[in-house]
């Protein structure tokens, strides 16, 4: 009998009971707006940004409409403008370069590694291009991110994470967005917390954050802030600082909050699903599995692996073969960009130059979400899909 997987790739789990409610006890409030409290309540979104700050351990916190807001807000805070570079992953998704085009700056494409991380002989090669590192932490690969912070210190890189896939991650030991200066995080349907839309940036720096918070639209109101610096960091900034918009509002941290609290066994429930399907399809012949260092505590919420240097045809039929199957598979190596898949050479408002190792690694890579709504048994069954499916095609079956 062949076995077919009828689960849903995009489908994500219910909003948590605690979180439903408090989300409408702000609606019968009325106020929605984050400075809208009454009295001297805190209100949700300081609260959230307070709760986030003390789970990564730092000590400022801006919750914001979107990932790429949060991105695109850390480069203004660091003062990144108008034909500026800024280095930044070949292997990562649209927002990123996008939140560089979007201050007017370029981007600086750095290769990616069989290990799906920033290749850092690349990096060091270019490290006197640009001052500012926008680091992708992809599909929850992290980088030596010992290495990788001596790199960018020798050459006074100041680094910003992109932790949209290692909310929860870290290495050695040290959560994943609290090396550089800045982390940001997405709270959009498919991450590790689920607000629709929604982002988080955290920092230690005090003077970044006051930009920060200015730049999100606090208008003369940032002494409502929770985890942000005292007044006296905003003196200069509060006159220096445009306001460019996009605040999180009461309604999503209200959902945002129960969640958090459960974030480290959510990530937990991942990893379960993640070494079943990695488990179930190690040893298949022409396929590889993408070894994670023993340093790094990662978050499963996808799974990749290569399908290194087989013909297109080969990967697409592959594709076609799961897909068929009910197990949805991105290519990372296709041509033109489709869905949430595209390469830096299809971002077309950026200069790039060929990367043959880069397309090398692009080319055979097989990307798949794993949303919780699976069950570790699911994850079984679409491993042995895919084991079965890769196998027929690599024998030519
Ligand atoms: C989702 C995502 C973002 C941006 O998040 P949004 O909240 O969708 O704007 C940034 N980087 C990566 C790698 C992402 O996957």
Request: net charge negative.
């Amino acid at each position: 009998m062949t076995e077919i997987f009828r689960g849903t790739f995009t489908q994500q789990e219910p909003i948590p009971d605690a979180a439903i409610e408090a989300a409408v006890r702000v609606m019968r409030t009325g106020r929605l707006h984050r400075y809208n409290v009454a009295g001297d309540e805190p209100g949700e979104v300081a609260l959230l940004e307070q709760e986030f700050a003390a789970a990564m351990g730092v000590k400022y916190c801006l919750a914001v409409a979107s990932g790429g807001y949060a991105l695109a807000c850390a480069l203004r805070a660091l003062g990144v403008g108008h034909g500026d570079r800024v280095l930044t992953n070949a292997f990562t998704l649209a927002p990123v370069p996008g939140a560089i085009a979007s201050v007017g700056a370029v981007p600086v494409f750095v290769g990616v590694t069989e290990g799906l991380v920033i290749d850092l002989d690349d990096l060091a090669a270019k490290a006197d291009q640009a001052d500012v590192l926008m680091l992708s932490h992809m599909r929850g690969h992290l980088a030596d991110m010992d290495r990788l912070m001596e790199i960018c210190d020798a050459a006074g890189i100041r680094v910003i994470e992109d932790c949209a896939h290692t909310m929860g991650a870290r290495w050695r030991g040290r959560l994943s967005g609290t090396d550089g200066v800045i982390g940001c995080y997405s709270t959009q349907t498919y991450k590790h917390l689920n607000s629709g839309e929604g982002g988080l940036l955290v920092t230690d720096d005090a003077q970044v954050m006051a930009r920060a918070v200015m730049l999100s639209g606090s208008y003369m109101l940032y002494g409502r802030h929770l985890a942000a610096p005292g007044p006296e960091a905003f003196d200069e900034v509060r006159y220096e600082t445009p306001n460019v918009s996009g605040r999180m509002d009461h309604l999503r941290a209200a959902i945002l909050r129960p969640q958090l609290a459960r974030l480290a066994a959510q990530c937990d429930r991942w990893n379960a699903r993640y070494r079943a399907v990695e488990e179930g399809v190690r040893d298949t012949p022409g396929l590889t599995v993408v070894d994670r260092p023993e340093d790094e505590y990662f978050v499963g919420s996808s799974i990749q692996f290569l399908l290194l240097d087989w013909a297109a045809e080969k990967v697409q039929e592959v594709l076609r073969r799961c897909a068929a199957r009910g197990v949805e598979l991105k290519w990372f190596g296709g041509a033109e960009p489709v869905g949430f898949t595209s390469r830096y050479d299809s971002w077309r408002y950026a200069p790039s130059q060929p990367m043959p190792a880069t397309d090398r690694v692009l080319a055979g890579l097989i990307d798949m979400r794993l949303p919780l709504t699976f069950s570790v048994e699911d994850c079984r069954l679409i491993a042995r899909i895919i084991r079965a499916e890769a196998g027929a095609v690599w024998q030519g079956g």
